[in-house]
Every structure is written in structure tokens, then in C-alpha cells.
């Protein structure tokens, strides 16, 4: 058995991380997760659900313990290029109607190891 010591080099990138305000009343988290992975060409999404929360219009989003369905509060979120965000951002538009996007540049930083 060897005892190697790998080296780790930590790398830093300008990023946009992209956060998409909805709810899950038409299905968008399975049609957004697919998009993004397979032609967004995004590395990691995270989709969040609330448990309750309201929007523009004021209506109030929350379960009841004997719901079987919900409209829940939805927030995807996910980093790329400044670029490719914003062509990922058009497209959720497209498909979300009234959704609220906000974005920021970050500091994306990782490890690498050798």
C-alpha cells in the first residue's frame, strides 16, 4: 500500500449564479432540471420547494396536511457563464410564465485534486 499525497489546487471562476422564483403548479421542475442538464449544459441545479410563501398577486401558497397536491413555492437555482445564463434565463421565460428571476455575479471556487 503507498502512501501518496495527492496536491490540491483550489480554482476560482466568475460566475452567474441564476435563482428562478415559482410554484409547481404546472410541472416546470422536471421540464427545468431536464433543460438545464441535458441542452443548458449546466453542472449542478439545485431545486428548492417551500413550504409556504406568496407572490405578486398576494395569494397566499402553503400544504394542508391532507393535500395530495400542491401549489407550492419553487426556487430553482443554478451558476454559469455570464453569457450562457443569460440565454438560459430568456428560455425560462419562455416557459414560465410569470416567473421572477434575479442574478448576481459570484465567486465560484473549487478543488482540484492531482
Known sequence: MSNIIKEQK???EKVKLVRVYTDDSK???????EH?????D????????GIAGF?????????QLLDLSSNLPIVIEFYH???????????IH????????I????????EHID
Open 55 to 63: 407572490g405578486g398577486h398576494g395569494h397566499i401558497h402553503q400544504t
Open 94 to 101: 419562455q416557459r414560465i410564465e410569470n416567473a421572477h428571476i
Open 10 to 12: 483550489l480554482t476560482c
Open 36 to 40: 438545464l442538464h441535458k441542452r443548458g
Open 27 to 33: 410541472g416546470h421542475v422536471t421540464d427545468m432540471l
Open 81 to 91: 457563464t455570464s453569457d450562457k445564463s443569460a440565454e438560459l434565463i430568456s428560455f
Open 103 to 110: 442574478s448576481w455575479d459570484v465567486d465560484l471556487s473549487f
Open 42 to 49: 449546466v453542472i449542478g441545479t439545485t431545486i428548492f420547494r
